[in-house]
């Protein structure tokens, strides 16, 4: 009797205890649960105040409140990789790619995905590559797949891979002639340096039949026929920029007079300047007028010239330049040195702050680019340097 009776009184207080035990649990759970979204918002107000230190972490402790938020888990590799953080983001995505939650096909390609991009800005790019030549095939994912592939083989220079993922991704919206042109133009420029013309003359009609506006394929066409000493045949095809884009013709022109001078025929290159200055007085070749011409054009036509670019394109060069060449017109001591070190003023203002600039990501450099070093646009760069 007595054990019975203690057994009435023990059990009522192991239920009592579950009962306890499961409210605390429970209470636990639910404070739990209220903490995700609110991190969550946390996350989303430190990305707009651009607290990306902050959206990291707090991303992080609702990841490992709750692990099976695999899209979660995408969002804070990228913002991994946008803080530069590329280990954290390989080791997020491997360790991702290894979980014991049951993750279909889809949902790994696009894990594979993501690590192809970790390797990718780490520098790791034989890592990436691999990953990526397997995800060709993938359903969702092999389109993003053969868009990193071309990235990656741009960074690499290999460029006959390059064309050929291009020519995949081609379709009637998206042709990719810009940049298939380019990539046999970079061809043609190893080829060049090589001296193999052969090789190099191929891949620049290969360039101009993809793109006929390709002007890089013309200027190096006619660099091979002056290397060759065939000057009018270089001088022909240096002409045809003028019909692809005008504003080219100044990364051509002292060639141009050097294949007409060899040939003695600086009558003609002068009444060819004269058609360039009158049709584009905004063509930037004032340097080259002044200071490889000045021995073949008269004073008066440098100064008409420049003036005409003052009114058409005016910069910090051509006023130095229309100062330098009045100089000596000037009577008085005290004006020729005001004008001194104004025209010197000016040249530095034009060193400091002329450039060229990408119309894409607005990348700015004080050498002209094909492709933009920053956003890897492709003639995207303005051939004018002008300073704004």
């Given at each position: 009797?007595?054990?019975?009776?203690?057994?009435?009184?023990?059990?009522?207080?192991?239920?009592?205890?579950?009962?306890?035990?499961?409210?605390?649990?429970?209470?636990?759970?639910?404070?739990?649960?209220?903490?995700?979204?609110?991190?969550l918002?946390?996350?989303?107000?430190?990305?707009?105040?651009?607290?990306?230190?902050?959206?990291?972490?707090?991303?992080?402790?609702?990841?490992?409140?709750?692990?099976?938020l695999?899209?979660?888990?995408?969002?804070?590799?990228?913002?991994?990789?946008?803080?530069?953080?590329?280990?954290?983001?390989?080791?997020?995505?491997?360790?991702?790619?290894?979980?014991?939650?049951?993750?279909?096909?889809?949902?790994?390609?696009?894990?594979?995905?993501?690590?192809?991009?970790?390797?990718?800005?780490?520098?790791?790019?034989?890592?990436?590559?691999?990953?990526?030549?397997?995800?060709?095939?993938?359903?969702?994912?092999?389109?993003?797949?053969?868009?990193?592939?071309?990235?990656?083989?741009q960074?690499?220079?290999?460029?006959?891979?390059?064309?050929?993922?291009?020519?995949?991704?081609?379709?009637?919206?998206?042709?990719?002639?810009?940049?298939?042109?380019?990539?046999?133009?970079?061809?043609?420029?190893?080829?060049?340096?090589?001296?193999?013309?052969?090789?190099?003359?191929?891949?620049?009609?290969?360039?101009?039949?993809?793109?006929?506006?390709?002007?890089r394929?013309?200027?190096?066409?006619?660099?091979?026929?002056?290397?060759?000493?065939?000057?009018?045949?270089?001088?022909?095809?240096?002409?045809?920029?003028?019909?692809?884009?005008?504003?080219?013709?100044?990364?051509?022109?002292?060639?141009?007079?050097?294949?007409?001078?060899?040939?003695?025929?600086?009558?003609?290159?002068?009444?060819?300047?004269?058609?360039?200055?009158?049709?584009?007085?905004q063509?930037?070749?004032?340097?080259?007028?002044?200071?490889?011409?000045?021995?073949?054009?008269?004073?008066?036509?440098?100064?008409?010239y420049?003036?005409?670019?003052?009114?058409?394109?005016?910069?910090?060069?051509?006023?130095?330049?229309?100062?330098?060449?009045?100089?000596?017109?000037?009577?008085?001591?005290?004006g020729?040195?005001?004008?001194?070190?104004?025209?010197?003023?000016?040249?530095?203002?034009?060193?400091?702050?002329?450039?060229?600039s990408?119309?894409?990501?607005?990348f700015?450099?004080?050498?002209?680019?094909?492709?933009?070093?920053?956003?890897?646009?492709?003639?995207?760069?303005?051939?004018?340097?002008?300073?704004?």
């Amino acid at each position: 009797m007595d054990i019975l009776v203690i057994w009435l009184i023990i059990t009522p207080l192991f239920f009592a205890f579950g009962w306890f035990a499961g409210r605390i649990d429970m209470k636990t759970v639910l404070k739990q649960a209220k903490l995700v979204p609110q991190r969550l918002f946390d996350s989303i107000d430190a990305m707009v105040d651009n607290k990306t230190g902050v959206a990291r972490d707090e991303l992080k402790q609702v990841i490992e409140q709750e692990p099976q938020l695999i899209d979660l888990q995408f969002s804070l590799g990228r913002l991994y990789r946008k803080r530069g953080e590329n280990d954290l983001a390989i080791k997020l995505h491997s360790k991702l790619l290894g979980s014991q939650f049951v993750l279909s096909n889809d949902i790994k390609d696009k894990i594979k995905l993501e690590l192809a991009q970790d390797f990718q800005k780490a520098g790791l790019i034989d890592r990436a590559e691999n990953i990526l030549v397997k995800l060709v095939n993938s359903e969702f994912y092999g389109h993003q797949a053969l868009e990193l592939l071309l990235l990656i083989y741009q960074q690499d220079k290999n460029w006959h891979e390059a064309i050929e993922t291009a020519r995949k991704l081609a379709t009637s919206d998206i042709s990719f002639h810009t940049e298939v042109a380019q990539f046999n133009c970079e061809i043609a420029q190893e080829a060049i340096i090589k001296s193999d013309y052969i090789t190099a003359h191929k891949h620049l009609e290969y360039a101009l039949t993809t793109n006929r506006r390709c002007v890089r394929a013309n200027i190096l066409l006619g660099e091979i026929h002056f290397n060759q000493e065939n000057y009018s045949a270089a001088i022909n095809i240096w002409q045809q920029i003028e019909k692809q884009n005008y504003q080219y013709l100044q990364f051509v022109i002292t060639k141009m007079f050097e294949a007409y001078q060899r040939q003695d025929m600086i009558k003609e290159f002068i009444n060819l300047i004269n058609g360039y200055t009158t049709l584009y007085p905004q063509l930037n070749i004032y340097s080259f007028i002044i200071n490889v011409l000045a021995n073949h054009i008269s004073h008066d036509a440098q100064v008409e010239y420049l003036r005409n670019a003052m009114l058409h394109s005016p910069s910090a060069r051509v006023a130095a330049l229309l100062i330098n060449t009045r100089f000596e017109e000037l009577e008085m001591p005290e004006g020729k040195s005001d004008a001194s070190h104004i025209r010197d003023l000016l040249l530095k203002y034009d060193e400091k702050y002329s450039h060229y600039s990408c119309g894409c990501c607005n990348f700015k450099a004080k050498t002209f680019f094909w492709q933009c070093p920053a956003c890897y646009e492709w003639e995207s760069i303005s051939p004018s340097n002008n300073d704004k």
